[in-house]
């Protein structure tokens, strides 16, 4: 079914309501029954909405391509305007100036409602009548109250924002589960295939902010010949179906993968989805969540653009918490499973998701304000509860043992000068030699195998000093503890890795700039006992209290400690030095920088949900150290075995002094030293430090 039908019926239904709420905002927006500071604010928010009742009319009239590249540009801008640059900061979408100009109370709840109506653009340009309406007669209903100044609380406008969540939580989430699973929702897609990429107004279809990332991806893919975007596809899918084999897991019986990626590598993308529909895998391909009850925090997951103001994404992180509680949390349960429920024949044909990610933005450091909206302790509990709930959900309903992945990145012009240089060296990097890899990384699994514990220790400014605890093998010549990892679900090649023993565990993990989940960490210091974590901290505040909210929100995402899910060795001294060359060390992709040294991951392990279906190295082993103490309570206590977080962090070759082997005999065995390999076998690996 083609997408522009899809919502005809529904549209034509509630069509009568979104001409009503469109005529009263059309009369807020110049009448003067509300009064100061609160009559701004309405007028605003109705000057916005009138501008998204002219993109309606653009799209259902189909008036996008007779636009010009300029009237576009102007478009788009005026969509996003209140957000970029110096304009976030009179903004109502920008808590702290809320506040001011309307006190604190109505302030946070009221630059919440913008936010939230910032999801009108989604609906407009996608043509989606039903969820514009209803967000529509939400602000009528909210100005409604302002207008009767002395007849009601901040309770009362609170009440009305809740019962709008909770009423329409079924709608919201059920729409995220559709477009994760439902082929039919294909926006996206038919924008992918059915465009002129070598047009790049087509860019301005997605309604999303386009920037000169955007424009400037698009250009390139176009520069390139047929055969340099089809390989660079064919790395990415081949990498997915790989990982089917490599995990033996079936894939013929799987007909639907989740494409994830930035707005201008759509000449990739297609080639990629025709590669796919080889393989029997129809597109979904989603946006970023739009909605605070769908949202992850600041993160972008699905497809998007470069973001107008981070700081924006950063201070309504938490927005959820003007209105969650634990009745909302057993609602918004209860809509995730029903909408599983719903879907449930395409749960089971959901093969997994592939990502093709970006890096290169300027380093972003966020302003904590007191202002946006937090999740107090109660709430954290819930959220925290919460996720976990969902991710069973998923685990029973997409069949995830079954499921496989792939990851690639590429850089994006905001990189710099070198942009183009940098993009060839990166897919130089991603397409490096499997076999080369394989076989030296052997070298080291069997080093690895031998041990009791590895030591690692940091170098000059860097005081890492890690002992980790590694699993005791039954059957050495049947069994390894590390996974010999090439470039299948993983791009590009190069690391070792396993779950580390918890109980003997320990030590001090420090990074002194480190950039995770879009946010950079300074002087980021966590302590160990046992494998997980006591202590943490970092620099990034003059106040302690500060820094460690910081880092309990954004790194453990609410939980009061995380254990050690992963310990690994990167042996990829290629992209290592791509980084050194191009002074772009700090702006790599975990994907990539994960691979440029040893790293250390907080949370679950690489084999949540998986720890039953062995998987085997090329040399045939099995690769036994699956489990943790923590994931081992799945058995008894399924809730308490995941945290549904994992979060790669390395220490580069130049801040490490030492990788060793301690064995149960006593003897060590060192792998690195002063930055170097040092293991007979692993010489290979340090030309690249020497051509640079």
Do not use: W
């Amino acid at each position: 079914m083609k997408y522009k039908v899809l919502f005809q019926k529904e549209n034509e239904e509630i069509r009568e309501r979104y001409q009503l709420a469109m005529e009263r905002i059309g009369v807020m927006e110049q009448e003067k029954t509300v009064k100061e500071p609160y009559s701004d604010y309405f007028h605003r928010e109705a000057s916005f909405v009138m501008l998204i009742k002219s993109i309606v009319q653009m799209v259902e009239e189909e008036h996008l391509s007779t636009y010009t590249l300029n009237e576009l540009q102007s478009i788009n801008r005026s969509l996003y305007e209140d957000l970029i640059g110096d304009n976030y900061e009179v903004s109502y979408t920008n808590p702290a100036y809320a506040c001011e100009k309307l006190g604190k109370k109505y302030g946070k709840l009221l630059s919440f409602l913008t936010a939230e109506l910032r999801s009108l653009i989604v609906y407009a340009y996608e043509n989606r009548l039903y969820e514009l309406t209803i967000y529509l007669e939400l602000l009528i209903e909210v100005y409604n109250y302002f207008e009767r100044e002395d007849e009601f609380t901040y309770k009362d406008v609170k009440r009305v924002i809740y019962a709008f969540m909770s009423d329409y939580c079924d709608i919201l989430v059920e729409y995220r589960t559709r477009e994760l699973l439902d082929t039919n929702l294909s926006y996206i897609t038919d924008i992918i295939m059915e465009s002129d990429l070598s047009d790049i107004r087509y860019l301005y279809k997605f309604g999303d902010y386009i920037t000169e990332n955007e424009i400037k991806t698009a250009e390139y893919m176009n520069s390139l010949s047929e055969k340099q975007v089809q390989a660079m596809a064919d790395t990415f899918t081949e990498g997915y179906r790989l990982g089917f084999i490599a995990n033996r897991l079936d894939l013929s019986k799987k007909s639907i993968v989740n494409i994830r990626y930035q707005i201008g590598f759509e000449r990739m993308v297609r080639y990629a989805i025709q590669n796919f529909r080889k393989l029997g895998l129809e597109p979904t391909i989603y946006r970023a969540a739009y909605n605070a009850v769908n949202k992850r925090q600041h993160l972008k997951i699905g497809c998007h653009g470069t973001s107008p103001s981070r700081q924006y994404e950063f201070d309504h992180r938490f927005d959820i918490g003007i209105f969650y509680d634990k009745a909302f949390q057993v609602r918004q349960l209860k809509c995730l499973q029903e909408s599983y429920e719903k879907y449930k024949e395409q749960g089971a044909a959901f093969a997994g998701p592939s990502l093709i990610e970006v890096f290169g933005e300027e380093i972003f450091i966020p302003e904590d304000k007191k202002e946006a909206i937090r999740l107090d302790k109660r709430q954290q509990k819930l959220y925290v509860d919460c996720t976990n709930k969902g991710a069973l959900l998923s685990m029973e309903y997409l069949k995830l043992e079954e499921t496989s992945f792939t990851i690639i990145a590429y850089p994006i012009p905001e990189i710099g000068k070198d942009y183009e240089a940098i993009f060839t060296e990166t897919v130089k990097v991603n397409t490096l030699d499997s076999a080369l890899y394989q076989k030296i990384q052997q070298k080291i699994i069997d080093t690895l195998d031998q041990g009791d514990y590895v030591r690692v220790l940091g170098a000059g400014k860097n005081h890492t000093d890690m002992k980790v605890k590694l699993y005791s093998l039954l059957d050495p010549a049947k069994e390894t503890i590390f996974e010999n990892c090439v470039a299948d679900v993983n791009i590009p090649v190069g690391e070792v890795f396993t779950s580390p023993v918890l109980k003997g565990t320990e030590g001090v993990l420090h990074a002194s700039k480190v950039y995770l989940n879009d946010l950079e960490y300074r002087e980021l210091n966590l302590v160990f006992k046992d494998g997980v974590i006591t202590e943490y901290t970092c620099g990034n505040f003059t106040e302690e209290s500060k820094n460690k909210s910081f880092v309990k929100e954004n790194l453990l995402f609410g939980h009061d400690s995380l254990p050690l899910g992963e310990f690994a060795i990167g042996t990829n001294t290629t992209a290592y030095m791509m980084g050194k060359k191009y002074d772009i060390a700090p702006r790599l992709p975990i994907l990539i920088a994960e691979k440029t040294g040893p790293h250390f991951a907080i949370g679950d392990t690489c084999y949540k949900h998986s720890e039953e279906t062995m998987t085997y190295n090329p040399d045939g082993k099995a690769i036994v150290a699956r489990d943790n103490e923590v994931s081992l309570l799945r058995k008894t206590d399924l809730a308490k075995a995941y945290f549904n977080c994992h979060t790669d962090i390395t220490l580069p070759y130049d801040e490490l002094k030492a990788i060793t082997v301690y064995c149960k005999d006593g003897t060590s065995i060192p792998i690195i030293e002063n930055g170097r390999f040092v293991l007979e076998g692993t010489e290979e690996l340090n030309k690249a430090f020497d051509e640079n």
